[in-house]
């Protein structure tokens, strides 16, 4: 059994966001984190509850994501791509909506950091969209051979068969 392999060309400018955005998602993580040590009396009521479990989804969400952008943009099957298109939109962002409006007012960090995040999401979807959509990296089009240069390539197939089957005979 031949495999073929096929290049992949990965966006640079979409791997430094990423890499940039781990450090600003690793920054928001744990100042919400210490926001959240620091009003740890507030943590008993419903309201304190409700932003724990948002903050371990958005924290576990954010990682799943960016994982899958990596993973994405460095390997040329998408496996992960339905991850991030349902991570995002249903998970991390409502509950990075729900711990800003429930740390409004209080932090001026916070909101820093977390308008540094979704501007790096912002930017990331931006580049996603010019390079994989429009772009279109993969699917350059073949320049039509010449009839000699395709049997040669027949040939070259056929003769690449034959060494394989030699190969597993052995």
């Not at 994982?67 to 995002?88: D, E, H, K, P």
């Not at 931006?126 to 040939?155: A, N, Q």
Request: proline share 4%; net charge positive.
């Amino acid at each position: 059994m031949a495999f073929s392999v096929s290049p992949h060309r990965a966006n640079l400018v979409l791997q430094m966001l990423l890499q940039a955005n781990t450090y600003v998602s690793l920054a928001w993580a744990l100042s919400h984190l210490l926001h959240m040590l620091i009003r740890f009396n507030h943590l008993c009521n419903l309201e304190g509850l409700s932003m724990l479990a948002a903050y371990i989804l958005a924290v576990s969400a954010e990682s799943v994501r960016l994982w899958a952008g990596y993973s994405i943009n460095l390997s040329s099957g998408a496996t992960a791509m339905w991850l991030l298109l349902t991570v995002t939109p249903c998970i991390l962002l409502p509950s990075m909506a729900f711990l800003r409006l429930s740390s409004a007012g209080r932090s001026l960090w916070l909101r820093i950091v977390t308008n540094a995040v979704l501007a790096m999401i912002a930017l990331e979807v931006v580049v996603c969209l010019v390079h994989f959509v429009i772009c279109k990296p993969g699917s350059r089009k073949k320049m039509p051979m010449s009839p000699e240069k395709e049997e040669l390539d027949e040939e070259e197939q056929l003769s690449a068969r034959v060494k394989l089957k030699n190969r597993q005979q052995t």
